[in-house]
């Protein structure tokens, strides 16, 4: 099955403890991103991947890290988390499909920072 | 930086209607423009896709059109079941080519389906 998995689901942490969320696909797509949704915000882009070892900045990249060192995997890295980033986050992947790209979001992962 | 602007008030249907649902831009107008659905809790659900040349796709009972005159694109689901209840959500991508880091959303409209 096509799927999108982040992990974990839920996290609760406190200010400055680094953390990693995970993002796998199994679709072998060349494309992914990690989006945060807040209320009132919609849906904004941290970072980016074109291609492994090829990552570039979305919209609010400011206070995250990512990596793409394997084509299916896409982790996003919090090196000092901050209340303000308390968010719902989204890993998605993209695939050209003829006329135009779809992108295939995962489950996604609610962040409480302390 | 292109805006985007969908109702952020809930819509309530009839069950049976046809929802129509609206999404405006400013600046530029997009190469691409995509519909999704997201649940409470779960990520968008990719639903379809139009090009800026095509004044109009349609997908079993979705309905969309996009007018770059206007700069407006209306996403129709006719024949409304309140399993069609959800946030539905507005995105462009600017460039011909397409790809993962060009796309920007809306805030979405959140769409009640009344049986």
């Known amino acids: 099955e096509a799927q999108v998995t982040q992990n974990p689901r839920y996290l609760i942490t406190v200010t400055g403890k680094k953390l990693t969320v995970t993002c796998s696909q199994n679709?072998?797509?060349?494309?992914m991103s990690w989006y945060r949704q807040d209320p009132g915000l919609g849906l904004r882009q941290i970072y980016y991947?074109?291609?492994?070892?090829?990552?570039d900045k979305g919209d609010v990249p400011e206070g995250y890290k990512v990596s793409r060192k394997e084509k299916r995997n896409f982790p996003l890295i919090l090196e000092s988390p901050s209340p303000n980033q308390t968010s719902l986050y989204f890993c998605?992947?993209?695939?050209?499909?003829?006329?135009?790209?779809?992108?295939?979001f995962g489950p996604g992962t609610r962040l409480t920072v302390t | 930086s292109q805006k985007i602007e969908q109702n952020s008030e809930a819509l309530n249907i009839q069950e049976g209607k046809t929802a129509t649902l609206t999404c405006n831009y400013t600046?530029?107008?997009?190469?691409?423009l995509q519909w999704y659905r997201q649940d409470p809790g779960r990520g968008p659900v990719f639903l379809l896709l139009i090009r800026e040349n095509e004044k109009e796709k349609r997908k079993e009972r979705l309905k969309v059109t996009f007018d770059t005159t206007l700069k407006q694109s209306l996403f129709h689901i006719t024949a409304s079941q309140p399993a069609d209840s959800a946030t539905y959500l507005c995105a462009l991508d600017p460039r011909s080519g397409g790809g993962a880091d060009g796309l920007t959303f809306g805030k979405g409209t959140h769409l009640i389906i009344q049986p």
């Open positions: 600046n530029y107008s997009p190469a691409y």
């Open positions: 998605a992947t993209s695939i050209y499909q003829g006329s135009g790209y779809e992108q295939y």
């Open positions: 679709m072998n797509h060349e494309y």
């Open positions: 991947s074109m291609n492994v070892e090829v990552t």
